[in-house]
């Protein structure tokens, strides 16, 4: 059997235009119908069968037919055709997520009498004493044998059915993961190859940009050993003579600090004589403040007195006049 081709989501959307949410929501909508395979990854795999059936569902979805009548359609569509056991019997297999192409199957009626009549999976014989057999017509007898007939056949073609289906989902499923995994190792394949040329030829050009950094780098350095250079002997230069004026200025602070300590101690001295003549002036201006105290008492006590004097001559005058006219 040929492998079958796969596509991706995004390759079966621009192959029957649709958009890729809209192929989801069918996958959705129509759950049990469609099966669509997934990688390990999680991504979806489509091949032409399930194509074909998107095209069918993208026919009746234009044409505005309902999600029930699609179903009811893809699901008459999925039935096996009934007729003539003589005829070929076309099996249409489910894979993964669309309808695969028929498969001719031509098994011959002895074998259908065979295994409807002998698996015992199918029918289970029961033991029935004589007393208990009803006489019956042999016509009667006979549909009855041919209804059994059918409805076993019925019922092995349905398990057949479905036994070849699963069988042809499986062999369809290992071929297409089997040609998944070939494309992924061709791909990683391709990948890690031109990975590997991008890489040599990045480390090349990186080589010879390390070159180029390099001598710059090299270059730069000899500059700056100059520059430095110039600089460390302005810079000893500059400070001999930072160091000269610091002596100077060291020399005229120290005898300045000498100067003004003298000063602060001369100051020092005739503010302490000066706080001492203040102290004495307080002193005397305090004693004198109290002399001039006791001398205004001793005056007002004084006048006190001259008063009380005055007025008891005053009195006795009086009484010395009454006594004139008395």
Not at 130 to 148: G, H, Q, R
Not at 227 to 238: C, D, F
Request: charged letters at 35%.
């Amino acid at each position: 059997m040929d492998l079958m081709k796969t596509y991706t989501l995004k390759e079966v959307s621009k192959k029957i235009n649709v958009s890729p949410g809209t192929l989801r929501k069918w996958e959705q909508d129509f759950e049990d119908l469609l099966d669509i395979p997934r990688t390990k990854q999680g991504a979806r795999i489509y091949t032409d069968l399930e194509i074909e059936l998107l095209l069918e569902i993208k026919q009746m979805a234009d044409k505005k037919v309902s999600k029930e009548a699609i179903r009811h359609e893809m699901q008459k569509m999925e039935e096996p055709e009934k007729g003539d056991f003589s005829d070929e019997l076309l099996v249409t297999s489910e894979i993964s997520n669309g309808d695969a192409d028929p498969i001719e199957l031509e098994p011959s009626l002895d074998n259908y009498y065979k295994e409807a009549l002998f698996t015992e999976s199918e029918f289970s014989l029961e033991i029935v004493p004589e007393e208990a057999i009803t006489p019956v017509p042999i016509e009667e007898s006979t549909m009855k044998n041919t209804e059994l007939f059918f409805e076993a056949m019925e019922t092995y073609k349905n398990t057949f059915l479905s036994e070849v289906k699963d069988e042809i989902r499986s062999v369809v499923r290992k071929e297409v993961l089997e040609e998944v995994r070939k494309e992924i190792s061709k791909g990683t394949f391709v990948t890690v190859k031109s990975i590997s040329d991008s890489i040599y030829k990045s480390t090349e050009n990186t080589k010879a940009e390390i070159q180029e950094l390099s001598e710059s780098v090299e270059k730069a350095s000899e500059e700056t050993a100059d520059t430095l250079k110039q600089l460390a002997n302005k810079v000893t230069h500059a400070s001999l003579e930072t160091s000269e004026e610091i002596f100077s200025l060291s020399k005229q602070l120290s005898e300045t600090s000498e100067e003004l300590s003298h000063y602060v101690d001369v100051t020092n001295n005739e503010i302490s004589s000066l706080s001492e003549a203040i102290t004495k002036d307080r002193e005397f201006l305090m004693e004198e403040r109290n002399l001039y105290r006791q001398e205004v008492s001793q005056r007002e006590l004084a006048f006190q007195q001259m008063l009380t004097n005055f007025r008891d001559v005053a009195a006795a005058k009086e009484k010395k006049w009454w006594k004139f006219w008395t």
